[in-house]
């Protein structure tokens, strides 16, 4: 098999640079807790993983020439996407009254900083679980990724060959490069939890991701 590597590995970087909905989970879920952080991206790739077996079976390609199935699986990602949002700002807001109801009974004394707010998903199984169903869900309910595995990934592909196995092949190579850039993002990510330990601070990133969530939503359930 003779591909362009060079050509596939700059799309794939560029892919995985420009923000997106998993971009946004990963580091969501990274700020809350490291060990959710990797396992966010970890769904993440699982859910490439389900397109680019896919795309080798050629059920993508039967899905995309279907509009109603095409349309289906964008509405379902789009309204995942929008729950998510709700979701935080809805928390950040609970938080938010909970705290003025705390400082009503008993003010906060000066300059003190709040712990880091307990990591959703309770214990470590628990956490794990929550993260990497949130980037799992948020790729394989997203059908750009699916047009990546069948319209950019054979590009690079030998002509001569079996494509179902060079887009396998190419597929695991993405998935791969996934994981490395995904880790290195959540090490940087995870610094954000000392700031997020401060209440207001936390409130302000609770209603920015929320409200990322929903617009990235709308837009996914309005594109044509």
Same mark, same amino acid.
């Given at each position: 098999?003779?591909v362009d590597?060079v050509?596939f590995?700059g799309?794939?970087l ?14 969501r879920s990274?700020?809350?807790?490291p060990?959710k952080? @990797?396992a966010?991206?970890?769904?993440a790739?699982a859910?490439l993983?389900v397109?680019?077996l896919?795309?080798?079976?050629g059920l993508?390609?039967?899905a995309?020439?279907?509009p109603?199935v095409y349309? +289906?699986i964008?509405l379902?990602g789009?309204a ?10 809805l928390a950040a807001r609970?938080?938010a009254?909970?705290?003025r109801?705390?400082n009503?009974? #008993? ?6 900083v709040a712990?880091?707010a307990?990591p ?5 199984r +628990?956490?794990f679980r929550?993260g990497?169903?949130q980037g799992?869900?948020t790729n ?8 990546f ?7 690079f592909a030998?002509g001569d060959?079996?494509?179902? @196995? ?11 490069i996934g994981?490395?850039?995904?880790f290195a993002l ?5 610094r954000?939890?000392a ?6 601070i @936390?409130?302000?990133?609770?209603l920015t991701t929320?409200?990322?969530?929903i617009?990235i ?6 594109? #044509?």
């Open positions: 098999m003779t590597l050509g590995l799309v794939v560029v892919a995985y640079v420009v923000p997106g909905p998993d971009f946004l989970v990963v580091v990274a700020a809350e807790d060990s952080g @990797r966010a991206a970890l769904g790739q859910g993983c397109h680019m896919a795309a080798a079976a993508s390609a039967m995309t020439r279907s109603a349309d +289906g964008r379902l789009a995942y996407l929008v729950n998510l949002g709700v979701r935080a700002v609970r938080a009254r909970e705290r109801t705390a009503e009974v #008993a003010p906060p004394a000066p300059h003190e712990s880091p307990r959703e998903g309770g214990p470590a +628990g956490r929550s990497f169903s799992f869900l394989v309910l997203n059908p750009k990724a699916a047009l595995f069948l319209s950019v990934l054979p590009q030998d060959g079996s494509l179902a @196995r060079q887009i396998f092949l190419l597929g695991m190579l993405d998935v791969v994981v490395v850039y995904w959540v090490g940087v990510a995870a954000l939890r700031l997020l330990a401060r209440p207001k @936390r409130h302000r990133w609770e929320g409200w990322l969530f617009a939503g709308v837009s996914v359930a309005t594109a #044509a």
